[in-house]
């Protein structure tokens, strides 16, 4: 069966600190690839997608995700978070389309 | 404009009653769905319609019946509502072929007492 784990529920970092979120997944198939985030009582939002093509994709925010299909991974990365990154972030993934299987979550925390 | 909308965002209800949340898009998507996020903020797929017709139902109890008039619309009706149906209900669409994002409604969060 296929699944996503994402091994960290929380991650308090200080602003301007890097901070990466990992995500695996388990599939025998191939597989598309995303990373929601949802801010405080909002609905989820597109942070960036592998669907095929280079392995290291970016958001317009400064996120960049890299998949890595030998340790079937797709982490997240940021070299430099602000308070404002402060969400919940959620790993997913679709097999060539069709329902998202997410990760738990993980729970971003950005202190000053 | 908003992309995918949801109606009412909050709705409160007595168990055993019964109530409907409404989804609309207007991205001219095909395929649209509806996820339950729990307490614990885990998300899971529960119906999928593409173009009007049922392709997902993963198990859900039938008393969530959903119903989708046209490809722009997917409401959702829930009977005899319990207080393990508390959570918040997220609509999404994507269109044909499957290889795009999928767009998330706003959410709406039910409250069953």
């Known amino acids: 069966a296929q699944s996503v784990t994402q091994l960290d529920s929380q991650v308090p970092v200080f602003e301007e600190a890097p901070v990466e979120l990992r995500c695996n997944y388990s599939?025998?198939?191939?597989?598309?690839l995303f990373w929601y985030v949802q801010y405080p009582n909002q609905g989820l939002q597109l942070l960036l997608k592998y669907l095929s093509g280079s392995t290291l994709v970016e958001s317009i925010n400064g996120f960049e995700a890299e998949f890595n299909k030998s340790q079937t991974s797709f982490h997240l990365r940021k070299p430099s978070v602000h308070i404002s990154d402060t969400a919940e972030y959620f790993c997913?993934?679709?097999?060539?389309?069709?329902?998202?299987?997410f990760g738990q979550g993980t729970e971003l925390s950005v202190k000053p | 404009d908003t992309a995918v909308s949801q109606t009412p965002k909050y709705l409160v209800t007595q168990m055993g009653n019964d109530k409907s949340i409404k989804c609309e898009q207007n991205?001219?998507?095909?395929?649209m769905y509806w996820y339950k996020q729990d307490s614990k903020k885990f998300l899971k797929i529960m119906f999928s319609?593409?173009?009007?017709?049922?392709?997902i139902n993963e198990t859900v109890p039938n008393r969530f019946s959903p119903k989708s008039p046209d490809k722009a619309h997917l409401n959702l009706h829930i009977n005899s509502l319990e207080l393990g149906d508390s959570a918040v209900y997220f609509c999404?669409?994507?269109?044909?072929?499957?290889?795009?994002?999928?767009?998330f409604g706003p959410g709406t969060r039910l409250t069953v007492l």
């Open positions: 991205l001219g998507h095909d395929t």
């Open positions: 997913a993934v679709s097999f060539q389309g069709g329902k998202l299987i």
């Open positions: 319609y593409n173009n009007k017709e049922l392709i």
């Open positions: 999404a669409s994507e269109s044909v072929g499957g290889r795009n994002t999928q767009y």
């Open positions: 599939s025998s198939v191939s597989v598309y």
